[in-house]
């Protein structure tokens, strides 16, 4: 694999596992060094680290990022080890779904709190940094969903939606100081958060992808990897589908 990312600084949240760890995984072949943050899950990120191609070259970080001090911490951690950040992926993303007249007030506020003010906080923290630099990418992992809408996820919907402004606002805020952001909209991907959807509701939306299958973690992390190298300098502001060609 090609070692284009020697000497970088990648932050992945939600690294440790899913579409995270896979795009954590090729940054590290492709000589990045990472630093994956995760919410809880001890156990995925063990296995995470343990299964990494290059102990040295990788980090976990637990830290919630709705946790505003947290989060503080560790991006204060990350740049006192390394002095520089180069790329931030905004990955963390949950989902509760539900109807809107039956949704709790708690599953949308959570879900608007990971999903997009995460995203925002990350951001903030990541910026400073890469401004000072005057360089660095960013890349936000949106959903199809927020531009089909779906039944049963409008907070999520709400969220990824948000965060297809937050890329375009940020990306007009930074560009000055030479920092690109971009959004990849994976479509369905093949992942715990997807294994736990009903077999009808699978069989449905299989029908309406024009590749009539699932994609794949590493598929998206292709993609993502492409937005943080130095390939992808002269994009910014723009959304990129990876869905089989569900949206078009
Ligand atoms: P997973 O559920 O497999 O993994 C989610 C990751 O996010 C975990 O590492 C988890 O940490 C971390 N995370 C969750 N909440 C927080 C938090 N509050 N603070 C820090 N980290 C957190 O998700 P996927 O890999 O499927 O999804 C990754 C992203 O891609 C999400 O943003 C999702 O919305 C988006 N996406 C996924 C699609 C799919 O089909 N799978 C389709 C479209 C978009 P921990 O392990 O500690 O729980």
């Known amino acids: 694999m090609e070692q284009d990312f020697i ?15 896979a795009i954590s995984k ?8 990472v630093v994956a943050i995760y919410a809880q899950n001890d156990a995925a990120a063990r296995r995470f680290l343990e299964g990494a191609l290059d102990r040295s070259r990788v980090r976990t970080i637990k830290a919630d990022v709705t946790d505003v001090a947290a989060i503080q911490s560790a991006f204060d951690q990350i740049l006192k080890e390394f002095e520089k950040i180069d790329g931030l992926v905004n990955n963390a993303g949950i989902v509760r779904d539900g109807l809107i007249i039956r949704m709790k007030e708690e599953d949308w506020d959570s879900v608007l709190n990971v999903n ?25 992992i949106c959903s199809v969903v927020a531009e089909l809408g779906n039944i049963g996820q409008a907070n999520y919907v709400t969220s990824k939606a948000g965060l297809v402004g937050l890329t375009k606002a940020s990306a007009r805020e930074l ?3 030479g920092v690109i952001v971009n959004a990849v909209a994976p479509g369905w991907i093949e ?18 992808i024009p590749l009539q299958r699932l994609g794949k973690p590493e598929e998206v992390s ?7 190298s130095d390939r992808a300098k002269y994009i910014t502001g723009q ?9 078009m």
């Open 239 to 247: 959304l990129f589908h990876m869905g089989g060609g569900l949206y």
């Open 222 to 228: 292709a993609l993502v990897c492409f937005l943080l």
């Open 7 to 21: 000497g970088k600084i990648i932050v992945v949240t939600g690294g440790t596992r899913g579409i995270g760890a």
């Open 116 to 140: 997009l003010t995460g995203a925002f906080r990350c951001t903030r923290l990541a910026a400073r940094a890469m401004m000072r630099q005057r360089a660095g990418a960013i890349v936000n």
């Open 175 to 177: 560009a000055p100081r």
């Open 26 to 33: 090729e940054l590290i072949q492709r000589g990045a060094i």
């Open 191 to 208: 992942t715990e958060m997807t294994q736990k959807i009903p077999q009808e509701v699978r069989d449905h939306w299989l029908k309406l």
